[in-house]
């Protein structure tokens, strides 16, 4: 069977290097050898606050970074997660085989209900189950995230597991595909991951060169180089730097060294950052640019993404309902 791969990502906010270098940059590779489908997962965005009135602007942006990012609409399909019923509907029928206590102890769930303690949906708490219905109702066998995304995916095995042990086998288990070292750290607090949420924390695709500049200078790095481990922000910067296709090995090299030895001057390496950064992600922006200009030919790509993935979805409803019993076996008239 040819294996398919899902993925998701989040209109919450603008799309950030760590989203690139965690995750869509394997969408990419992965388009090219197997059935792929990327979804931008609205419904999952609104289970924090957000303003409706800007949330149809974040999803065309979101799919303009992907495409600029390399996602090629005649390699995979790219959609929107409401455009697509199904999702739902199978989010339903996983929560009622989901224990509660599998949702309480989720480390985002417990993350983001301190940010906002006025307003803990459950929504909030069942948005692993979502994350799940969104694989399982693809029968995805790999799922490229970036780390944090490993708990979520934990749920999504054990609700497979458990469905096909109840019901009969239907979903494959998925597993993750994780770019290796690839958690990139908030600038401004580099204990803290990256994200959207995390003003000062990012560095957007569609940030301008001196904005890029502006950002590294002002990441956090150490007191001074006392070296016996290295602190988390210079970590961040040499990952950053050695993820970077654009960064050359020489420059890398010699950077290293120079910490190794000790004499490494933190703006030399904060300057060789920047600068990869500004080069990868100028062609990525300036495409951004071109494709936000153009929102009609972005909505014909995810109503044509939406169209091939309703038909998979729609055939594995019929079997999930089949097997829960919940398809009268006389024909409707
Ligand atoms: P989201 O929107 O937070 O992030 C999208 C992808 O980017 C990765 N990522 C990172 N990787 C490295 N360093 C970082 N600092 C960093 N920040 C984000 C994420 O791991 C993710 O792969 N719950 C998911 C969206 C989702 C999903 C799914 C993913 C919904 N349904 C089904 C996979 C399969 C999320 O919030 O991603």
Same mark, same amino acid.
């Given at each position: 069977?040819?294996?398919? #791969?899902?993925?998701?990502?989040?209109?919450?906010?603008?799309?950030?290097?760590?989203?690139?270098?965690?995750?869509?940059?394997?969408?990419?590779?992965?388009?090219?050898?197997?059935?792929?489908?990327?979804?931008?997962?609205? %419904?999952?965005?609104?289970?924090?606050?957000?303003?409706?009135?800007?949330?149809?602007?974040?999803?065309?942006?979101?799919?303009?970074?992907?495409?600029?990012?390399?996602?090629?609409?005649?390699?995979?399909?790219? !959609? +929107?997660?409401?455009? #697509?019923?199904?999702?739902?509907?199978?989010?339903?029928?996983?929560?009622?085989?989901?224990?509660?206590?599998?949702?309480?102890?989720?480390?985002?769930?417990?993350?983001?209900?301190?940010?906002?303690?006025?307003?803990?949906?459950?929504?909030?708490?069942?948005?692993?189950?979502?994350?799940?219905?969104?694989?399982?109702? %693809?029968?995805?066998?790999?799922?490229? +995230?970036?780390?944090?995304?490993?708990?979520?995916?934990?749920?999504?095995?054990?609700?497979?597991?458990?469905?096909?042990?109840? !019901?009969?086998?239907?979903?494959?288990?998925?597993?993750?595909?994780?770019?290796?070292?690839?958690?990139?750290?908030?600038?401004?607090?580099?204990?803290?991951?990256?994200?959207?949420?995390? $003003?000062?924390?990012?560095?957007?695709?569609?940030?301008? $060169?001196?904005?890029?500049?502006?950002?590294?200078?002002?990441?956090?790095?150490?007191?001074?180089?006392?070296?016996? #481990?290295?602190?988390?922000? +210079?970590?961040?910067?040499?990952?950053?730097?050695?993820?970077?296709?654009?960064?050359?090995?020489?420059?890398?090299?010699?950077?290293?060294?120079?910490?190794?030895?000790?004499?490494?001057?933190?703006?030399?390496?904060?300057?060789?950052?920047?600068?990869?950064?500004?080069?990868?992600?100028?062609?990525?922006?300036?495409?951004?640019?071109?494709?936000?200009?153009?929102?009609?030919?972005?909505?014909?790509?995810?109503?044509?993404?939406?169209?091939?993935?309703?038909?998979?979805?729609?055939?594995?409803?019929?079997?999930?309902?089949?097997?829960?019993?919940? #398809?009268?076996?006389?024909?409707?008239?």
């Amino acid at each position: 069977m040819n294996e398919r #791969v899902f993925s998701g990502i989040q209109p919450t906010g603008l799309i950030h290097v760590g989203n690139y270098l965690g995750a869509i940059r394997s969408w990419v590779d992965v388009q090219e050898g197997y059935e792929s489908y990327f979804c931008i997962v609205d %419904y999952h965005a609104i289970t924090i606050h957000y303003d409706p009135a800007d949330m149809k602007d974040r999803i065309l942006d979101a799919v303009a970074s992907n495409i600029a990012a390399g996602l090629d609409p005649e390699k995979c399909s790219i !959609f +929107v997660q409401s455009h #697509v019923p199904e999702h739902t509907e199978l989010c339903w029928l996983l929560t009622c085989l989901t224990p509660l206590g599998n949702l309480q102890r989720m480390t985002q769930f417990k993350e983001k209900a301190s940010r906002q303690p006025e307003h803990v949906s459950a929504g909030l708490m069942n948005y692993p189950i979502l994350q799940a219905a969104d694989i399982l109702l %693809y029968k995805a066998s790999i799922v490229p +995230v970036g780390e944090d995304q490993l708990q979520h995916l934990e749920l999504s095995r054990v609700l497979a597991r458990k469905f096909n042990h109840t !019901f009969g086998q239907t979903f494959p288990e998925p597993q993750p595909m994780l770019v290796q070292q690839a958690k990139i750290m908030a600038l401004n607090d580099p204990e803290k991951k990256m994200s959207k949420s995390l $003003p000062g924390s990012y560095i957007a695709l569609s940030d301008e $060169p001196e904005e890029i500049r502006a950002k590294i200078r002002r990441a956090v790095t150490d007191t001074g180089p006392s070296h016996e #481990v290295m602190a988390p922000g +210079v970590k961040n910067l040499f990952m950053l730097l050695e993820l970077e296709a654009f960064a050359p090995g020489d420059i890398v090299r010699y950077l290293r060294g120079a910490y190794e030895r000790r004499y490494l001057k933190y703006s030399e390496l904060k300057h060789a950052v920047a600068e990869a950064l500004v080069e990868s992600l100028t062609p990525i922006r300036e495409r951004r640019r071109e494709l936000l200009a153009r929102p009609h030919i972005l909505e014909e790509i995810v109503a044509e993404g939406a169209k091939k993935a309703r038909t998979i979805a729609h055939e594995t409803m019929v079997e999930v309902k089949e097997r829960m019993g919940l #398809v009268s076996r006389h024909k409707r008239a």
